[in-house]
Antibody
Framework: QVQLQQWGAGLLKPSETLSLTCAVY????????WNWIRQPPGKGLEWIGE???????SYNPSLRSRIIMSVDTSKSQLSLKLRSVTAADTAVYYC????????????????WGQGTLVTVSS | EIVLTQFPGSLSLSPGERATLSCRAS???????LAWYQQKPGQAPRLLIY???SRATDIPDRFTGSGSGTDFTLTISRLEPEDFALYYC?????????FGQGTKLEVK
């Protein structure tokens, strides 16, 4: 079973850049889309975007202008940068794997990181 | 984007009872790429159902997903104490992927 372990700075000031990394252990990094999702305290889930092993991305239009996602296939890692953060970006951030069935169709986010709470406060 | 609306917002039931959670999409979900997740406090969501009706690995058969197009349902046939949690539906058929606002399943 794939395990995802994530890390990054937990406290930022407004206008700084959020930076998170997620490492994938125990499974293939290639052939899948790797996603970032966030959840403000006490609220629901918001999809941020996804990236595959060759760097092909899809971003949520609401965040597209501030996001950069990247991968390091040699380390089986993906990274998220979110520029110019505000208090509205305070949330638990998760990385997750978009799984595939044996037939090759996608099957939802089957593996998740443990989550990283990022707080934006002056 | 596809907006998902879950109802009810909360549901109070007793162990052993049957739970029915609904998720309605603002437009048809491509390929019925609709998933259900369970989330407990302080934990990441867990995938229960994908493709509207397929159970994820190690998910008990008391969890059943159904539906197509714009209307989807998660049924828990006989509630166990560990089933009381938050449940989200999500569509991954069209970008941006979107989640419903959640249904909180509480002990009555």
């Amino acid at each position: 079973q794939v395990q995802l372990q994530q890390w990054g700075a937990g406290l930022l000031k407004p206008s700084e850049t959020l930076s998170l990394t997620c490492a994938v252990y125990g499974g293939s990094f290639s052939g899948f889309y790797w996603n970032w999702i966030r959840q403000p305290p006490g609220k629901g889930l918001e999809w941020i975007g996804e990236i595959n092993h060759v760097g092909s991305t899809s971003y949520n239009p609401s965040l597209r202008s501030r996001i950069i996602m990247s991968v390091d296939t040699s380390k089986s890692q993906l990274s998220l940068k979110l520029r110019s953060v505000t208090a509205a970006d305070t949330a638990v951030y998760y990385c997750a794997k978009l799984g595939r069935t044996v037939a090759g169709t996608e099957k939802g986010f089957e593996s998740w990181g443990q989550g990283t709470l990022v707080t934006v406060s002056s | 984007e596809i907006v998902l609306t879950q109802f009810p917002g909360s549901l109070s039931l007793s162990p052993g009872e049957r739970a029915t959670l609904s998720c309605r999409a603002s437009q048809s979900v491509p390929s019925s790429f609709l998933a259900w997740y369970q989330q407990k406090p302080g934990q990441a969501p867990r995938l229960l159902i994908y493709g509207a009706s397929s159970r994820a690995t190690d998910i008990p058969d008391r969890f059943t997903g159904s539906g197509s197009g714009t209307d989807f349902t998660l049924t828990i046939s006989r509630l166990e104490p560990e089933d009381f949690a938050l449940y989200y539906c999500q569509q991954y058929g069209r970008s941006p992927y979107t989640f419903g606002q959640g249904t909180k399943l509480e002990v009555k």
